[in-house]
Nanobody, 124 residues
Framework: QVQLVESGGGLVQAGGSVRLSCAASGLPFSSNAMSWFRQAPGKERELVASISWNGGLTSYAGSVKGRFTIDRDNAKNTVYLQMNSLKPEDTAIYYC?????????????????WGQGTQVTVSE
């Protein structure tokens, strides 16, 4: 069964930290770019962070740069998102996504597999 499963979300106070995980099963992983997107209520899904197949290239949305870090462990088929200095505006459902190519894209339609999402809520 092909799936991406996110975990690690929850309720955190502003200024706190959360580490999200996304485990892949039933599909290739180590040759594929991975990204984290998020979607807040009433807003479009936006790209948060991306990482190339071997971790050599990473990119971040301007709103999270310097606070979030994406990394991956290909031996564990897992990608992570470390989120520090969280703000209430970071509240959203966070999704991991897999692209069929080794380099990431900013376009959601370029990703072929999506997780079910994990809620992150940042309180004042």
């Amino acid at each position: 069964q092909v799936q991406l499963v996110e975990s690690g979300g929850g309720l955190v106070q502003a200024g706190g930290s959360v580490r999200l995980s996304c485990a892949a099963s039933g599909l290739p992983f180590s040759s594929n770019a991975m990204s984290w997107f998020r979607q807040a209520p009433g807003k479009e899904r936006e790209l948060v962070a991306s990482i190339s197949w071997n971790g050599g290239l990473t990119s971040y949305a301007g709103s999270v740069k310097g606070r979030f870090t994406i990394d991956r462990d290909n031996a564990k088929n897992t990608v992570y998102l470390q989120m520090n200095s969280l703000k209430p505006e970071d509240t959203a459902i966070y999704y991991c996504a897999r692209r069929s190519l080794p380099i990431s894209s900013t376009i959601p339609g370029q990703y072929v597999n999506w997780g079910q999402g994990t809620q992150v809520t940042v309180s004042e």
